[in-house]
């Protein structure tokens, strides 16, 4: 890395650039870096605690072949997440997934991850979200593992840049070539030059929709993840999909954004509606070990009919040992302060229901990518196509090592349009000048983006109320012109609204697009059932005429790979 003053800031010089620095931003910076190129990853957070397992996480999936096995080969991978509708081929899979599944298991393990073992030498496994087989490695102390995975970045020789945001892709004759960002903490604007560039920034937007705390911090998933690599990767004009189909939720305990549906549900747990009826059996062959979506829209489908709320989620039955290591190791390896809240609520599995609710919903997608992971914008690839903890870190090793193969040929970098650059910098920190007219808090401006989105995109829609939608998010993406900020912590949120709004445009202008139901947790009022012809093309999303937005128009084409 090289790194001298420049006129605008500071300008850092470097070979791969990482943008993101969560599990699957970890995992390129380990690919790029065991490819032998100089790499520089960054972040707007710090390193050991930033990403959806900065908090921990309980699984980790692995297809292993292990011998007597069942379901357990890269053929039963492919054959279960092989679909049309998220553009993951064969190749993609086995080589992005599958090739590196044991290699973090190995490294993880050597550095202190504490995977579950069985007497005989083998993983702990279980089954889970309607898979074949058992890939769910059971994992003990799973708060540690984003600090273990920080340790092991930079032992391996990458410069890591803490606090420093994204902003803005940078491209030279159609080719990326590093980022614009700057340091949250300081305000130092920062210019970084790269051969190539990867984007590992998740694939979701926690806060585009509320639970029932109604504190968009309390949520599922990483709350600081408003799926801006979606958003700088279609700005840079790259093709992005799964707006349509990447819109997610899961069951919570009771007011409580906790993760752990997975543990709960491969324990054997059966889901109660308020008549005391299990009820799974009618949405999945799998029951509650079956595919998420189907939980969430059988959970739904009861509450329409009267039958809840409240729904619970019974383990009285279930193998004490089994729920004893649920509940006082799995949960509080995902999300550790479960053990605090389940003393304050009484929550105890072995013996009392445990009330469960539906979540906030996560609007979100990727940036298209190929078999090589890059993008329909040469030298701009992406590490957060797979799903999970183990997807990100896999799929972002592959990015990385792909990413660095490519650096290996190239002599230097594209070059920087400084005029850009300097617009850009005016652009970020706008919101810190005198107000002129009415001043507009970020906070105020995302309660009004989830009071639309709770209303119109929930989990059941009509065409006229997304028209209305639409219509309201452009509105506020015009009020953001309004957004002041005092401090700079108050200036990263500012932008952080920015990037839901456009990511919560984006959803709903490709949820129009679908027209059907079933192939997500939404359901649509004029296209109630699932539409065959719709089972099989992509949906990919480019920047289209301007008019309207900050977004533009986008323009949609229905295929099996990105747009060139």
């Keep these: 890395m090289k790194t001298t003053r420049h006129s605008l800031g500071t300008l850092v010089e470097t070979d791969v650039l990482i943008i993101g620095s969560g599990a699957s931003g970890c995992g390129a910076a380990l690919g790029a870096r065991d490819q032998g190129q100089d790499v520089v990853i960054i972040d707007k957070g710090k390193l050991e605690s930033s990403g959806c397992i900065g908090g921990g996480n309980d699984h980790y999936m692995a297809v292993l072949d292990e011998p007597g096995a069942p379901f357990d080969t890269p053929d039963d991978l492919v054959k279960f997440y092989a679909k049309p509708l998220n553009g993951w081929t064969p190749a993609m899979l086995v080589n992005g997934w599958y090739n590196h599944m044991r290699h973090f298991l190995r490294i993880l393990g050597a550095a202190g991850v504490d995977f579950g073992r069985n007497a005989d030498g083998t993983y702990v496994r279980t089954q889970g979200f309607g898979q074949p087989g058992r890939w769910w490695v059971h994992i003990a102390n799973g708060m540690t593992i984003k600090r273990v995975m920080a340790r092991?970045?930079?032992?391996?020789?990458?410069?890591?840049?803490?606090?420093?945001?994204?902003?803005?892709?940078l491209a030279d004759?159609?080719?990326?070539?590093?980022?614009?960002?700057?340091?949250?903490?300081?305000?130092?604007?920062?210019?970084?030059?790269?051969k190539t560039v990867v984007s590992a920034q998740g694939r979701s937007a926690t806060r585009g929709t509320d639970n029932s705390t109604h504190n968009a911090y309390n949520v599922w998933m990483y709350p600081y993840n408003t799926s801006a690599g979606v958003v700088l990767g279609y700005r840079a004009g790259a093709a992005v999909t799964e707006l349509d189909t990447y819109q997610r939720a899961t069951l919570l305990p009771k007011g409580f954004g906790c993760p752990g549906m997975?543990?709960?549900?491969?324990?054997?747990?059966?889901?109660?509606?308020a008549l005391g009826d299990r009820f799974m059996g009618k949405y999945d062959p799998m029951g509650e070990n079956g595919v998420r979506?189907?939980?969430?829209?059988?959970t739904f489908q009861e509450q329409m009919e009267g039958a809840g709320?409240?729904?619970?989620?019974?383990?009285?039955?279930v193998d004490p040992a089994v729920v004893r290591e649920l509940q006082y190791v799995l949960m509080p390896g995902d999300k550790a302060t479960f053990g605090d809240w389940a003393d304050c609520t009484g929550t105890d599995f072995r013996r009392k229901l445990l009330e469960v609710e539906i979540g906030e919903l996560i609007f979100g997608g990727a940036i298209a990518v190929?078999?090589?992971?890059?993008?329909?914008?040469?030298?701009?690839?992406?590490?957060?196509?797979?799903?999970?903890?183990?997807?990100a870190m896999c799929g972002g090793y592959e990015a990385g090592r792909q990413a660095a193969l490519r650096a290996s040929g190239m002599r230097e970098a594209g070059q920087v349009d400084e005029d850009m650059a300097r617009e850009v910098r005016d652009e970020v920190f706008a919101p810190m000048a005198d107000p002129e007219g009415d001043p507009l808090d970020y906070a105020e401006l995302e309660q009004a983006i989830r009071n639309v989105m709770n209303y119109y995109m929930g989990f059941r829609r009509s065409m006229a109320g997304m028209e209305r939608a639409l219509e309201k998010i452009r509105f506020l993406s015009g009020e953001a012109r309004r957004l002041r900020a005092a401090s700079l912590r108050d200036l990263m949120r500012c932008h952080e609204s920015r990037?839901?709004?456009?990511?919560?445009?984006?959803?709903?202008?490709?949820?129009?697009?679908?027209?059907e139901s079933g192939r997500c947790v939404y359901?649509?009022?004029?296209?109630?059932?699932?539409?065959?012809?719709?089972?099989?093309?992509?949906?990919?999303?480019?920047?289209?005429?301007?008019?309207?937005?900050?977004?533009?128009?986008?323009?949609?084409?229905w295929g099996k790979a990105p747009l060139l």
């Design 152 to 169: 092991l970045v930079h032992e391996s020789g990458v410069h890591v840049l803490d606090r420093i945001m994204a902003m803005r892709i």
């Design 173 to 194: 004759h159609g080719k990326a070539c590093g980022c614009l960002g700057w340091n949250v903490r300081t305000g130092e604007y920062v210019i970084i030059r790269a």
């Design 262 to 273: 997975n543990g709960i549900n491969s324990s054997g747990a059966h889901e109660l509606n």
């Design 293 to 298: 979506n189907n939980q969430i829209q059988g």
């Design 309 to 317: 709320p409240p729904f619970y989620m019974d383990m009285r039955h």
């Design 370 to 391: 190929n078999d090589s992971f890059e993008s329909s914008l040469p030298n701009l690839f992406s590490g957060s196509v797979f799903l999970y903890c183990s997807g």
């Design 499 to 515: 990037d839901i709004l456009a990511v919560c445009e984006l959803a709903i202008r490709a949820t129009m697009e679908r027209k």
């Design 523 to 557: 359901r649509v009022r004029e296209f109630p059932d699932l539409n065959p012809e719709m089972a099989k093309p992509l949906l990919l999303i480019r920047p289209g005429d301007a008019g309207g937005s900050e977004l533009g128009v986008p323009r949609f084409q």
